[in-house]
């Protein structure tokens, strides 16, 4: 008798880190366990995109949160308020730090849809969103280097705007 067991595939198994992540920030140690996945993820094991090493914003954050640490770091953690311009603390965007290099490593299989669009101040960016879990990895194309911008679950008017976007950019 022959058993056919299709193996899960990696952008399969994607959950939230945390089963809870308060809206007022991580505790302890799950900053800790962030800042250990962002660490490895971009320093120890950096992402590379055509060996080409994707960096991030090395600049130290002021943020209460994450003083101290790298702005690609807050980046990646906060949402930008449409109404105040500040950075707040988002949870969901942050219980997903380590899909990032999953997405960016399977960006060749075909639930990962890419496009680029030019940045409002003349960058290029790319574009990596797991349309079926509703999340993009932006990287920023910085004269011959990529810098990762950030990464977050996509909303409606996101969503939106992303079909139009990758529909426009494989015309």
Request: neutral net charge.
């Amino acid at each position: 008798m022959r058993m056919n067991f299709e193996e899960e595939h990696e952008l399969d198994l994607v959950e939230d880190l945390f089963d809870y992540l308060d809206i007022d920030g991580p505790d302890k140690e799950q900053m800790y366990t962030l800042y250990g996945i962002f660490k490895k993820d971009m320093i120890e094991e950096p992402i590379f995109i055509n060996l080409v090493q994707v960096g991030y914003n090395s600049k130290k954050s002021k943020h209460p949160l994450f003083r101290g640490k790298p702005e690609g770091f807050e980046h990646i953690c906060t949402r930008e308020s449409k109404h105040s311009g500040k950075r707040h603390f988002d949870p969901e965007r942050t219980n997903k730090i380590h899909w990032i290099k999953t997405v960016i490593n399977h960006r060749q299989d075909p639930r990962v849809k890419y496009f680029e669009r030019i940045h409002y101040k003349g960058q290029n960016q790319q574009y990596y969103w797991l349309k079926d879990k509703d999340y993009v990895v932006i990287i920023r194309e910085i004269t011959v280097k990529l810098q990762l911008v950030t990464a977050f679950k996509v909303d409606e008017l996101n969503r939106n705007n992303f079909k139009r976007w990758y529909e426009d950019y494989h015309k």
